[in-house]
């Protein structure tokens, strides 16, 4: 019987000790990410703080003006915000970039921001109304009804918190800033006395200095 054609044993050293794919060496704690006990600290996460007002974007447009140079790109924005407890305001931005638009937008919204008088319901006390360009609105308080109003009206009172109201559009218009805007006024119309009054006396004020 012949002998040398006995298989020999493998007695190569391995080329890697690197482990296999999905394996990790003992002693390392749990695979990171896993949320276990591992080497690994767990990431911190930082809340956002929250905004002073509640806001809506009531239109985005990009406007192209033509320049010697060529074409000019700029963005509009108009934003609504809102405390939902009676007050409203309104603003518009223009920028070459859509933050520096809402910025914009948002400072000249501050600026106009006033305060509604509300009854204990959250409802205003009568019916008001108000045009602005081809956009006609108008508001009604409705007993216990709800919020019942469509387009950028519902979005007006919802920031300003009006409730158990009725709003409606007596135009076909579709522009959604001017219904904004119409809302706006005639939400001004119900101020509460303490702004009028304090708007009266800046009036009488000018008037007497000069």
């Not at 000790?17 to 999905?22: I, V």
């Not at 948002?106 to 106009?112: D, F, M, N, V």
């Amino acid at each position: 019987m012949d002998t040398n054609n006995k298989p020999k044993p493998n007695t190569a050293t391995p080329t890697s000790t690197r482990p296999r794919y999905g394996t990790r060496p003992a002693g390392t704690g749990a695979r990171p990410g896993t949320g276990g006990t591992g080497d690994r600290k767990p990431r911190a996460f930082f809340e956002r703080p929250k905004p002073e007002f509640d806001q809506k974007m009531v239109s985005i447009r990009r406007v192209t003006r033509v320049v010697s140079g060529g074409r000019r790109m700029t963005f509009a924005v108009a934003l609504a915000i809102g405390d939902k407890k009676g007050s409203i305001g309104l603003g518009t931005g223009k920028g070459a970039d859509t933050a520096v638009a809402i910025a914009k937008a948002l400072r000249a919204a501050k600026k106009s921001m006033f305060k509604i008088a509300l009854t204990k319901e959250m409802s205003i006390a009568h019916e008001t109304a108000a045009k602005f360009g081809s956009s006609k609105v108008a508001i009604m308080p409705n007993k216990g009804k709800g919020l019942v109003a469509g387009s950028t009206v519902r979005d007006m009172l919802v920031l300003a918190g009006v409730k158990n109201v009725t709003a409606k559009l007596h135009s076909g218009s579709k522009n959604k800033l001017n219904n904004a805007r119409a809302a706006y006024d005639a939400l001004a119309s119900v101020k509460a006395r303490k702004v009028v009054a304090k708007k009266e006396a800046e009036v009488v004020e000018a008037v007497e200095a000069k």
